[in-house]
């Protein structure tokens, strides 16, 4: 069983507001990754992370920024949320291959 | 065009298996994986192969991998009603080990 928790589940929240969505491992693993999934659609990447004091950019353009200052936590920040970030951000994590992925947050700005 | 593809939809009847197929563009892909997404839920890991294997099977999960055609493929032996969900098909190579997926297959197990 993967231990990798993100928190909030569900986050509804108005347009400007600052907000973090975290995700914590236990699993001792270097590498995390946070991916946006619209419904039915495929996972973007937007974020990614070797190691601690390491972060990098996906595939996906995102407004949203990384920290990764403890190896077992890699918090997701929307400075000024708008209608257009709604969307599930899923956070994974590995450390030679098998990608565990916690239970993802479904974001709905208003 | 996309570097992993599946169908997107498969319809099969209760007890009888499935089988969702995948193409991958990279040869230089590490591991090969099949997740499971259950509406509203994140992805379950359910199996995944390194590309110097041929098969891999998990109880009532087969999976094929034919690197020449880089063809992945998925088969559910007797297949239930909670298999209902959408399956994606992911790979990725050593070193950043950062998955890349298809769009997903949803299977509907109807009775």
């Known amino acids: 069983e993967a231990d990798i928790y993100q928190t909030p589940r569900y986050l509804v929240i108005g347009t400007g507001k600052k907000i973090t969505l975290e995700c914590s491992q236990t699993?001792?693993?270097?590498?995390m990754y946070w991916y946006q999934q619209d419904p039915g659609m495929e996972l973007h990447l937007i974020h990614y992370?070797?190691?601690?004091?390491?972060?990098e950019k996906g595939d996906l353009s995102s407004e949203s920024t990384v920290s990764r200052i403890r190896t077992e936590h890699f918090p997701l920040t929307l400075e000024s949320a708008r209608p257009s970030h709604t969307s599930q951000y899923l956070c994974?994590?590995?450390?030679?291959?098998?990608?565990?992925f916690g239970q993802g947050t479904r974001l709905t700005v208003v | 065009g996309e570097d992993v593809e599946q169908s997107l939809f498969l319809s099969v009847r209760e007890g009888d298996s499935s089988v969702i197929n995948c193409t991958y563009t990279?040869?230089?892909?590490?591991?090969l994986y099949w997740y499971k997404q259950e509406p509203g839920a994140g992805l379950q890991l359910l199996t995944y192969?390194?590309?110097?294997?041929d098969m891999k099977q998990d109880q009532r999960l087969t999976v094929l991998l034919n690197k020449k055609d880089k063809h992945l493929s998925l088969r559910i032996a007797d297949t239930q009603t909670g298999d209902s969900a959408i399956y994606f098909c992911?790979?990725?190579?050593?070193?950043?080990?950062?998955?890349?997926f298809g769009r997903g297959t949803s299977l509907i197990v109807h009775p």
């Open positions: 992370s070797y190691g601690v004091n390491s972060t």
């Open positions: 699993m001792g693993h270097d590498k």
């Open positions: 994974a994590s590995t450390r030679t291959g098998e990608a565990f």
């Open positions: 192969i390194f590309s110097n294997m």
């Open positions: 992911a790979e990725s190579m050593g070193g950043s080990y950062i998955p890349t």
């Open positions: 990279d040869s230089s892909s590490t591991y």
